[in-house]
């Protein structure tokens, strides 16, 4: 069970918009920058979101992240068959003196 | 940019023991924290472990803690994981990573496969 609580999937037709949660605590969301990484099917996962909402060169601007206390979001505008993939949160924790990821969410173009 | 490439994994027993490297270019891997971040098969990331510039700070995972040593070598643009008294739950595809100021996990190299059965 992570300390970083995502839904397990989500889904949307093409040009839909889906949104993500990330709910975790004072220790780390509430304390330490939140990031999003996206993994594709059968490929190494890939930095999506870093530092709570910047997108590295490269990402769609249809991706954007957003923070607020101890939750987080990543929502995708315009939902593209392409963005099939498992996507995670992760962050610091100060409890653990770890890095935590979230469980993953899986998100589904339907 | 940058680019990493793991190797190392393979088949062993439970209490086995087993290194990988990591051999990374196309950035100044000096100036980075590196990481190792697992999956196990169908399943989530866990994160592993840390390693600083220079290679005395240093923090591991809860499961990982007292078993796996994390180190590096930066003349040799190298990142390892020694993994010693390996169980069958570490069976996991081990990813090698920089890791920026604010924890950021990029690039990821492709991963190599560990396997820990009997």
């Known amino acids: 069970q992570s300390v970083l609580t995502q839904p397990p999937s989500a889904s949307g037709t093409p040009g839909q918009r889906v949104t993500i949660s990330c709910s975790g605590s004072v220790s780390n969301i509430g304390r330490h920058i939140l990031n999003w990484y996206q993994q594709l099917p059968g490929t190494a996962p890939k930095l999506l979101i870093y530092?709570?909402?910047q997108r590295p060169s490269g990402v769609p601007d249809r991706f954007s992240g957003s923070k607020s206390g101890t939750s987080a979001s990543l929502a995708i505008s315009g939902l593209q068959s392409e963005d099939e993939a498992d996507y995670y949160c992760?962050?610091?924790?100060?409890?653990?003196?770890?890095?935590?990821f979230g469980s993953g969410t899986q998100v589904t173009v339907l | 940019e940058g680019q990493l490439v793991e190797s190392g994994g393979g088949l062993v027993r439970p209490g086995g023991s087993l290194r990988l490297s990591c051999a990374a270019s196309g950035f100044t891997f000096s100036s980075y924290w590196m990481s190792w971040v697992r999956q196990a098969p169908g399943k989530g990331l866990e994160w592993v472990a840390n390693?600083?510039?220079?290679?005395?700070?240093?923090y591991y995972g809860e499961s990982v803690k007292g078993r796996f040593t994390i180190s590096r070598d930066n003349a040799s643009n190298s990142l390892y994981l020694q993994m010693n008294s390996l169980r069958v739950e570490d069976t996991a595809v081990y990813y090698c990573v920089r890791a920026g100021d604010d924890n950021w996990f990029d690039p990821w190299g492709q991963g190599t496969l560990v396997t820990v059965s009997s």
């Open positions: 992760a962050a610091w924790d100060d409890n653990l003196n770890g890095y935590v």
């Open positions: 390693i600083n510039q220079d290679g005395r700070e240093i």
């Open positions: 530092s709570d909402d």
